[in-house]
């Protein structure tokens, strides 16, 4: 409000019902593909958590929906007529070239348009076809499947994924076979300490048989040996390949040592490692990304604060 602003596009913290941003009050709501995240304060099922997501429905405003699990599309669809809230199902957005990878981000595309489109239909704003398309095709989004540039040397390829839940990570995984089939790869992957890990190492190990274990540098990163502890507990098949790294250069490093000729690394398990390793690769290889990149800014921002003392304790 202070900075005057046209439109505000306001994102969720956690869930929605408690979030502090649920005082707001919108012209249109977008709620995304629900699955099982911040259990340990959204709750255990789909269902509980798609009520606290459908916290932000207001009463009588439009809501646009990606296709959810049948479960969590009830609770939606209920909550929605409690509100007399008008609830649409986006479809994924095809009218140009994303890009951005991955079904899942035409979906979120198709949110995004039928959204704007909305507000023109209230007479809240112009539309204009040709600049909504513009918008889209143009989109940069670092860490969401986003393969990293390649120096003139440099044979294997990096892409870097926020992935940190069960969904997501099959959600990368599936979109690297449609598009990288039969191509061997190594994981870089570290997780946050208030993530249900377990279904994550399952997925990761049953997909490539090499994996970099690091801890970035966030507050609540998980602890490489606690990783370790985690993996041991998995019924593993022989022939893996798990070591750590204590770095995110090293890591990479590590990873192309171990990966096939013929092969590339993932990095993911949580934003904060995607993001680092896109530093870390700024410093291999400075000058690959573009000048007015956010990398830049985030090599001058000061280190996070360590969590206090049983933070997060329930």
Same mark, same amino acid.
């Given at each position: 409000a202070e900075a005057g602003v046209d439109w505000a596009v306001v994102e969720v913290g956690i869930g929605g019902r408690l979030d502090s941003t649920n005082v707001v009050l919108p012209e249109v709501c977008g709620i995304t593909h629900i699955s099982k995240d911040h259990m340990h304060i959204l709750g255990d099922s789909l269902e509980e958590?798609?009520?606290? &997501?459908?916290?932000?429905? &207001? /009463? &009588?405003? $439009?809501?646009?929906s990606a296709p959810q699990n049948r479960r969590a599309e009830e609770v939606l669809r209920r909550v929605a007529a409690d509100?007399?809230? $008008?609830?649409?199902?986006? #479809?994924? !957005? %095809? %009218? *140009? =070239?994303? $890009?951005?990878?991955?079904?899942? #981000? #035409?979906?979120? *595309?198709?949110?995004? !348009?039928?959204?704007?489109r909305e507000l023109h239909r209230a007479g809240l704003? /112009?539309?204009?076809? #040709?600049?909504?398309?513009?918008?889209?095709v143009h989109t940069r989004w670092p860490c969401r499947i986003e393969w990293l540039p390649q120096p003139a040397n440099e044979g294997m390829p990096?892409?870097?994924?926020?992935? @940190?839940?069960?969904?997501?990570?099959?959600?990368?995984?599936?979109?690297?076979?449609? =598009? @990288?089939? %039969? %191509? $061997?790869f190594t994981f870089v992957f570290g997780v946050n300490s208030d993530k249900d890990i377990g279904p994550m190492l399952t997925l990761a190990m049953a997909a490539s048989p090499r994996i970099v274990l690091v801890q970035s540098r966030h507050p609540k990163a998980l602890p490489v040996p606690d990783l370790r502890t985690a993996i041991g507990s998995l019924p593993v098949e022989e022939g893996r390949t798990v070591v750590a790294a204590p770095s995110m250069d090293a890591a990479i490093e590590t990873a192309r040592g171990i990966t096939p000729a013929d092969g590339y690394i993932v990095g993911t398990g949580s934003v904060f490692v995607a993001a680092e390793l896109r530093e870390a690769w700024n410093r291999l290889h400075p000058g690959l990304l573009a000048a007015d990149d956010w990398i830049h800014e985030a090599n001058t921002d000061p280190p996070l604060a360590p969590l206090p003392p049983g933070y997060g304790a329930t």
């Open positions: 958590i798609a009520a606290e &997501k459908a916290g932000i429905i &207001k /009463r &009588k405003t $439009p809501v646009f509100m007399e809230a $008008p609830l649409s199902e986006a #479809q994924s !957005y %095809r %009218r *140009a =070239t994303l $890009p951005l990878v991955g079904q899942h #981000q #035409q979906i979120n *595309a198709g949110i995004a !348009y039928e959204m704007v704003a /112009r539309w204009d076809d #040709q600049l909504v398309d513009s918008g889209l990096v892409v870097v994924d926020c992935a @940190h839940n069960r969904d997501s990570l099959e959600i990368l995984l599936s979109t690297l076979a449609a =598009t @990288h089939a %039969r %191509r $061997p």
